[in-house]
């Protein structure tokens, strides 16, 4: 077996989603959803019930007067805006592991993945775009396949590193070069096989290399933009530091000043608190 | 005692035993200053290079280097530091690969000190800028002594 099929049938035999978040992600697919049915399915998990309430009043994503039911919450929020939150929740516990082999301590990977993220969302806000709904969650996944390579696989980073810098390739091509696949390409296939919607597939797949996306996408480019401007911050950084190589096609298509930028890096650093601590705190 | 420079913040310590060390410096500045005469030792992470709007003031003066690095030096001339014995070592200012220079922040952070340094009359002593590689930096507020380490390596500057 090869390195890429051996590394393939571990990560598949991952546990998907905790059942709660399966449960309502199955349920807003239907076409008839309703948010009171959807309100008392929430409310049967009291993890994710906290979650859904306190993303609802904070100030990043709701605002305004404090809501203290999950249908006023649903409200809010938004069928479009809950689903994204909800596989968040789902997810981002993954995220929470020491990512030992990739030089990640516990919390470090989903602060990182909350910074591209919020970047990702600041950078729509800053442009003076509309971030399609799913931009967000996509910037929240992007590194899962780290935690599937670091943590429940156990590869060591450092040799891969170190061809990255001998040969003055990215980082992931180093993955590819060494294990047959790179992280990106892994955490997409994962999240396929969970029933993620495609269009977030596609920015977990594409984010690296967006040039290679076979449509254009502004999600996509909202998100590698967004994880250029995490990288740079060094927020929740791991040994890769900044050995990736940005597209300057999707700098030019977005029309990104460097004083936007500067912006964005700003605001990540004030937002990011907030929002990494409701998904910290509260596990599923 | 460690003590934790994060992001757009600065520490100052006379107390020998202290460590400052700031952790994730990508395209970041971090600049350690030391005077060994004084034994006051401070360390700065600087987000990027210029306070640009003049009329709000700045939120948190750290996070630029033109505003935080002033304040740090003049923190440590209160506690007894002098111009003549300050002893400064940057390190950061990190790259991503082939980025176009308009967008590499790394390198106008340590222009920008370098400039502030210029117009001030003082130098840097040593330095360890750019790359791709993240940087950790610690001070050793005995000796005066950095360290860098970087993926799972350590070195003196």
């Given at each position: 077996?090869?390195?890429?099929?051996?590394?393939?049938?571990?990560?598949?035999?991952?546990?998907?989603?905790?059942?709660?978040?399966?449960?309502?992600?199955?349920?807003?697919?239907?076409?008839?959803?309703?948010?009171?049915?959807?309100?008392?399915?929430?409310?049967?998990?009291?993890?994710?019930?906290?979650?859904?309430?306190?993303?609802?009043?904070?100030?990043?994503?709701?605002?305004?007067?404090?809501?203290?039911?999950?249908?006023?919450?649903?409200?809010?929020?938004?069928?479009?805006?809950?689903?994204?939150?909800?596989?968040?929740?789902?997810?981002?516990?993954?995220?929470?592991?020491?990512?030992?082999?990739?030089?990640?301590?516990?919390?470090?990977?989903?602060?990182?993945?909350?910074?591209?993220?919020?970047?990702?969302?600041?950078?729509?806000?800053?442009?003076?775009?509309?971030?399609?709904?799913?931009?967000?969650?996509?910037?929240?996944?992007?590194?899962?396949?780290?935690?599937?390579?670091?943590?429940?696989?156990?590869?060591?980073?450092?040799?891969?590193?170190?061809?990255?810098?001998?040969?003055?390739?990215?980082?992931?091509?180093?993955?590819?070069?060494?294990?047959?696949?790179?992280?990106?390409?892994?955490?997409?296939?994962?999240?396929?096989?969970?029933?993620?919607?495609?269009?977030?597939?596609?920015?977990?797949?594409?984010?690296?290399?967006?040039?290679?996306?076979?449509?254009?996408?502004?999600?996509?480019?909202?998100?590698?933009?967004?994880?250029?401007?995490?990288?740079?911050?060094?927020?929740?950084?791991?040994?890769?530091?900044?050995?990736?190589?940005?597209?300057?096609?999707?700098?030019?298509?977005?029309?990104i000043s460097p004083q936007q930028m500067e912006n964005v890096m700003v605001a990540i650093?004030?937002?990011?608190?907030?929002?990494?601590?409701?998904?910290?705190?509260?596990?599923? | 005692?460690?003590?934790?420079?994060?992001?757009?913040?600065?520490?100052?310590?006379?107390?020998?035993?202290?460590?400052?060390?700031?952790?994730?410096?990508?395209?970041?500045?971090?600049?350690?200053?030391?005077?060994?005469?004084?034994?006051?030792?401070?360390?700065?992470?600087?987000?990027?290079?210029?306070?640009?709007?003049?009329?709000?003031?700045?939120?948190?003066?750290?996070?630029?280097?033109?505003?935080?690095?002033?304040?740090?030096?003049?923190?440590?001339?209160?506690?007894?530091?002098?111009?003549?014995?300050?002893?400064?070592?940057?390190?950061?200012?990190?790259?991503?690969?082939?980025?176009?220079?308009?967008?590499?922040?790394?390198?106008?952070?340590?222009?920008?000190?370098?400039?502030?340094?210029?117009?001030?009359?003082?130098?840097?002593?040593?330095?360890?800028?750019?790359?791709?590689?993240?940087?950790?930096?610690?001070?050793?507020?005995?000796?005066?002594?950095?360290?860098?380490?970087?993926?799972?390596?350590?070195?003196?500057?």
């Amino acid at each position: 077996m090869s390195r890429r099929e051996e590394i393939l049938q571990k990560a598949m035999a991952i546990p998907n989603m905790p059942m709660p978040v399966q449960k309502v992600l199955a349920y807003i697919g239907n076409p008839d959803a309703d948010l009171r049915q959807l309100a008392k399915i929430i409310e049967f998990d009291p993890g994710l019930t906290v979650n859904v309430l306190r993303m609802a009043n904070s100030s990043f994503f709701g605002g305004g007067a404090k809501v203290s039911t999950v249908k006023e919450a649903l409200m809010r929020l938004g069928l479009g805006r809950l689903y994204q939150l909800v596989i968040a929740s789902g997810v981002a516990p993954l995220a929470r592991y020491a990512i030992k082999g990739y030089g990640l301590r516990p919390g470090e990977l989903l602060e990182h993945s909350v910074a591209v993220a919020v970047a990702s969302e600041t950078l729509a806000r800053e442009l003076g775009v509309t971030a399609p709904p799913y931009t967000f969650t996509a910037g929240l996944l992007v590194n899962i396949g780290k935690t599937v390579l670091g943590s429940f696989l156990e590869v060591d980073a450092a040799p891969i590193m170190t061809l990255a810098h001998e040969r003055q390739i990215s980082f992931e091509q180093a993955e590819e070069l060494i294990l047959g696949i790179n992280h990106a390409e892994l955490g997409a296939l994962l999240l396929e096989k969970w029933g993620i919607p495609t269009p977030i597939v596609n920015v977990v797949r594409y984010r690296l290399r967006p040039d290679e996306s076979p449509e254009p996408d502004l999600a996509l480019d909202l998100v590698h933009v967004g994880d250029v401007i995490a990288k740079m911050t060094g927020i929740g950084m791991g040994i890769d530091g900044l050995q990736y190589m940005p597209s300057e096609a999707v700098f030019a298509r977005l029309d990104i000043s460097p004083q936007q930028m500067e912006n964005v890096m700003v605001a990540i650093l004030e937002q990011i608190a907030e929002v990494r601590d409701i998904l910290m705190e509260n596990t599923l | 005692m460690e003590i934790v420079v994060n992001i757009s913040d600065m520490k100052v310590t006379n107390r020998a035993r202290d460590i400052l060390v700031t952790h994730a410096l990508g395209s970041c500045l971090g600049l350690a200053a030391y005077d060994p005469v004084a034994g006051v030792a401070g360390l700065i992470h600087c987000l990027l290079p210029l306070a640009r709007d003049n009329k709000v003031p700045v939120k948190n003066p750290f996070m630029y280097v033109n505003t935080g690095i002033p304040q740090m030096i003049r923190t440590m001339y209160g506690r007894g530091a002098t111009r003549e014995n300050l002893v400064l070592k940057a390190a950061g200012c990190g790259r991503m690969m082939h980025i176009s220079n308009q967008f590499d922040t790394g390198a106008s952070n340590i222009a920008a000190l370098k400039k502030l340094l210029q117009v001030n009359e003082m130098r840097l002593s040593a330095e360890d800028v750019g790359g791709t590689i993240p940087r950790t930096m610690r001070l050793f507020a005995d000796t005066g002594r950095i360290v860098i380490s970087s993926c799972g390596r350590s070195w003196e500057l």
